[in-house]
């Protein structure tokens, strides 16, 4: 229906151009005629006398210069058309485009909320109907659930965090100690997933960097959690921590797939996530890069996205030392 009213538009707007033309030719003809027998036949004057009389010349001009007029009113009104179903046309495919991702996002919430949810469930079920359960079992239990628990505390703080960004979050810098942040945040990544290996390099030489302490703790640990996510089983994420003349550079690599180029500036838009929500095997809800972008941002930093070799991908954080 869009398209077709597009295209109505466009065919009255000719047709009327042409009834322009048409009339103004039939006005101009009428006016010649007139004049020709006023100067021809009583004038006494030749037809080739007559078509080189100033008031000849002077119908012939205003003639042209209303075809002029018409030709060139309806090329602006063309060009307007065209832009505005250029913008229109932008406008349209981005609330499509925000309508997906906020479905996509609804969906991973959905999925992402269920699962810590009944695997809590489940133990607390367990506990209730075999209270004999041996130390061992007891202990396996308690942790699958509070780990469980910690993955939906950092889900709700990132849903609540995402929010408060475009509120009224303000940040609250204090002089840190980045290296020893990045440990803190590595060493509650690691008991969370112990199966992944994770090499830390840095060169020791770090400067304090004046930052918001959870907004710094939420760049390192989405990131740390982005590439364990996206790393295939038994391969490691390494991070290196380092300082230039002016900046502060904290990357994060993994060996995944990659993000192409396409996609590398469109991964930090909020929802966004690449692939299909209902296909897609990797959680989260579109919300952590988002998060490290903006943060970063507040804190007049910035990340980049960089090809790792031979595959993967790196994140470059860089900070004002």
Known sequence: MYYG???YVLAASIWWSFLLLDQDKQLTEAK???MRMEQVQFGNLSETQFQETAEYQILISESEKHKKMIYGEGFVFFVVLIIGMWILNRGFRKEVALARQQRNFLLSITHELKSPIASIKLALDTFMKRP???????????KGALTETERLHNLV????LAARIENSFQIMPEQLNFEQLVHENLKQVRTKFPNVRFDFETT?????VEVDRLGLNSVVVNLLENAVKYSPKGDEVKIKLYRNATDVLFEVADKGVGITDENKPKVFEKFYRVGNEDTRKTKGTGLGLYIVKTMLKAHHGDVTIL????????FRVRLPA
Do not use: A, F, W, Y
């Open 5 to 7: 009213l597009i295209i």
């Open 32 to 34: 010649i005629d007139k």
């Open 132 to 142: 004999n359960l041996k130390p061992e079992q007891i202990q396996m239990l308690t």
């Open 157 to 160: 703080n990132n849903i609540l």
């Open 204 to 208: 020791g030489d770090i400067p304090t």
């Open 307 to 314: 090809d790792n070799q031979p595959k993967g991908s790196v």
